[in-house]
């Protein structure tokens, strides 16, 4: 492309652009070898048995040494790893290890790689939607994004949810100690609902989603955890699952990718005991775009372009809320619903938890 000459050009600015897309475009290139060190076990064992060279990497990991030695170029470079040039060999720092390593860390980032790759390889249906203006519903992605979210939000759940959000709710824990039953809609693989069935043993817990694949997966983890009983999942969408009288009802990052939330919303206040409680767990944002142009908004406004505004847009009304909908916007939502009492109970850096009431 020629260069218009009469258009000043700041030589400055122009280089500072191009550092950050020289950045950016490794970011995007290395996710995919994060997805590769994520799921063969990689940076596990480098964490564990580390400093060590690629020989003994791919000694240990059961994999072809000349992919693994530019596996650990890639990750040098990117700073995920360090190299230590006299002895040839690499490790993984502390806080390192805490992001790609340790799945059980509140700060693992790994399982982005999933999301990341569900994202290109979906972006085909989606480019077909930007032009048509139909939705991707949630039953048309790739496998790899119902993973990739479990996993992802799985740490949030883990650290967050029953020591922080659910005391922040007004009367909740008391009531989930003495035994409650508890709605978690939009459940996908279940995730939210097993910590939550875990902590309160008393307490009685439905999963309902309307992508059969994610009760599926959902159904066979709680098995495998052999909470009994006292947790079913359900094949139903937001706004006709069964049942009544209940005292907590949960949304864990679902209520935008819905396409009616003041329906879903509505459904609840029937569900709903009178003093019950509507918890939403929503990705954190300001109410203003210019105050969502930060790291973590571009991460959210990215995840809702590829994910959640089509997800929302396949389903009646397609209301497309977004990811970065806002405490104001949803406190609207909540009162066109007819939940009126409404407050921001908690957030972290990622998360808005709001408590919605009759
Ligand atoms: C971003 S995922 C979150 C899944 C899960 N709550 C979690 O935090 O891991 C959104 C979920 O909402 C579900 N969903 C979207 N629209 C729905 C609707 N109208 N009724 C029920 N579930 C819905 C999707 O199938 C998907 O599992």
Same mark, same amino acid.
């Given at each position: 492309m020629a260069i218009d000459t009469d258009t000043a050009i700041d030589t400055d600015k122009l280089n500072?652009?191009? =550092?950050?897309?020289? =950045?950016?475009f490794g970011a995007a290139m290395s996710a995919s070898s994060m997805l590769v060190g994520d799921k063969l076990g990689l940076y596990k064992v480098l964490a564990e048995k580390g400093p060590m060279n690629s020989t003994a990497l791919a000694e240990a990991t059961g994999t072809a040494e000349r992919y693994i030695r530019e596996w650990l170029a890639t990750q040098a470079a990117s700073g995920y790893v360090d190299y230590d040039p006299d002895r040839k060999t690499f490790s993984m720092q502390p806080e390192q290890a805490l992001a790609l390593a340790n799945e059980e860390s509140p700060f693992f980032m790994a399982a982005i790689g999933n999301l990341v790759a569900a994202a290109f390889l979906d972006e085909p249906k989606i480019s077909d939607a930007f032009k048509s203006?139909?939705?991707?519903?949630?039953?048309?992605?790739?496998e790899c994004l119902f993973c990739g979210t479990a996993r992802f939000f799985r740490t949030s759940y883990k650290h967050?949810?029953?020591q922080e959000w659910?005391?922040?709710?007004?009367?909740?824990?008391?009531?989930?100690?003495?035994g409650a039953s508890v709605v978690d809609i939009g459940c996908g693989h279940g995730v939210?609902?097993?910590?939550?069935?875990?902590a309160f043993p008393k307490s009685r817990f439905f999963g309902f989603d309307y992508h059969e694949g994610s009760i599926d997966a959902a159904r066979l983890a709680a098995r495998e955890a052999a909470l009994g009983d006292r947790v079913t999942f359900d094949v139903h969408s937001a706004k006709t699952y069964p049942g009544s009288g209940y005292d907590l009802v949960c949304f864990f990052d679902c209520l935008h990718d819905m396409g009616d939330p003041v329906g879903a919303l509505k459904h609840v206040?029937?569900?709903?005991a009178s003093d019950g409680t509507c918890m939403l767990v929503e990705p954190f944002a300001?109410?203003?775009?210019e105050d969502n142009l930060n790291p973590v908004g571009r991460v959210f406004y990215a995840s809702s372009t590829?994910?959640?505004?089509?997800?929302?847009?396949?389903?009646?009304? =397609?209301?497309?809320? =977004?990811?970065?909908a806002g405490e104001a916007r949803l406190r609207e939502v909540a009162r066109q619903a007819g939940l009126s009492r409404f407050r921001r109970a908690a957030d972290t850096p990622f998360n808005l938890i709001l408590e919605a009431r009759i």
């Open positions: 500072a652009f191009m =550092g950050k897309m020289v =950045g950016d203006g139909k939705g991707v519903g949630w039953n048309r992605r790739s967050h949810l029953v659910l005391p922040a709710l007004d009367g909740v824990v008391e009531k989930l100690q003495r939210s609902t097993r910590f939550l069935a875990e206040r029937e569900t709903l300001n109410d203003r775009l590829m994910i959640c505004t089509p997800a929302s847009l396949d389903q009646e009304v =397609g209301l497309a809320l =977004g990811a970065q």
